[in-house]
Each structure stands twice: as structure tokens, then as C-alpha cells.
């Protein structure tokens, strides 16, 4: 009869901790799937730019940047806004002037954190004429 109740004692003990080691588990995996969902919200906007390189020197008046933007409500390139398509991505041209040019580039979502990046190109008219 002792052993009996020793072994009852030792499985119901055992069921309660893998019980409650069970639910811990569940709540942790909950916890980090809502945090690994959530990271966008958490991290906020991003501006990738793949051309033109910072701090550029070109003898071309017309300029085209293109670049990715992640977690973004609104996107602006010199305070004008432009459009990007489902993945993020963007071109736009734009017309240089001599000498030095900043290009700001600013994205906001929707919880109002807002990310600014700034290019600086200088555009040298070409000395070359062409020849008639």
C-alpha cells in the first residue's frame, strides 16, 4: 500500500510541473511571436538608397534615385511627395542645379516617427563642346 501511494504522488506531482512547464512555454512562444510580428512597428521606417552613391560628382543635369522604403505611411524627396510601389521601391528624377545640391529624403509611418536622408551631389557642367 505505500508503494502505491508513493508512486500516485510522484505522477501527480510529475503531471503538475510538465502542466505548468507546458504553459509557460505556450505563453513565451506567444510573447515572442507578437514581438517578432511586431518588429516593423517597433524598428519604424527605413530608407535604403541604391543609387546615387553620397556625395557624388557628375557632369549630368537629370538625376534619378532609386531606393527602398520599409514601414512607411508617406515618402517625400525635397518636401515633394512620391509614390512607391507594394514592395517599397521608388524612382524619381530629379533636375539638378550647378554647384552643390542636398537632396533630403524623408519618410514617415503612421505612428509619426519620421527618418531623413540626406544626399549631397555636385553637378559640374561639362567643358567638353561638341564639335559641328
Do not use: C, H, W
Not at 61 to 90: H, M, Q
Amino acid at each position: 500500500m505505500n508503494i502505491y501511494k508513493f508512486e500516485r504522488g510522484l505522477s501527480a506531482q510529475s503531471g503538475f510541473n510538465i502542466r505548468l512547464f507546458v504553459v509557460i512555454v505556450s505563453v513565451l512562444l506567444l510573447v515572442s511571436y507578437g514581438i517578432f510580428n511586431a518588429r516593423n512597428l517597433i524598428i519604424g521606417p527605413t530608407i535604403e538608397i541604391f543609387s546615387p552613391v553620397r556625395d557624388m560628382e557628375t557632369e549630368e543635369n537629370i538625376l534619378t534615385i532609386k531606393g527602398v522604403a520599409k514601414n512607411v505611411a508617406f515618402i517625400s524627396i525635397g518636401g515633394r511627395p512620391i509614390f512607391i510601389d507594394k514592395e517599397g521601391s521608388f524612382e524619381e528624377k530629379l533636375l539638378l542645379s550647378l554647384g552643390s545640391n542636398i537632396i533630403e529624403i524623408r519618410a514617415r509611418d503612421r505612428f509619426k516617427k519620421e527618418i531623413l536622408k540626406t544626399i549631397k551631389i555636385y553637378y559640374k557642367q561639362s567643358t567638353t563642346t561638341p564639335n559641328n
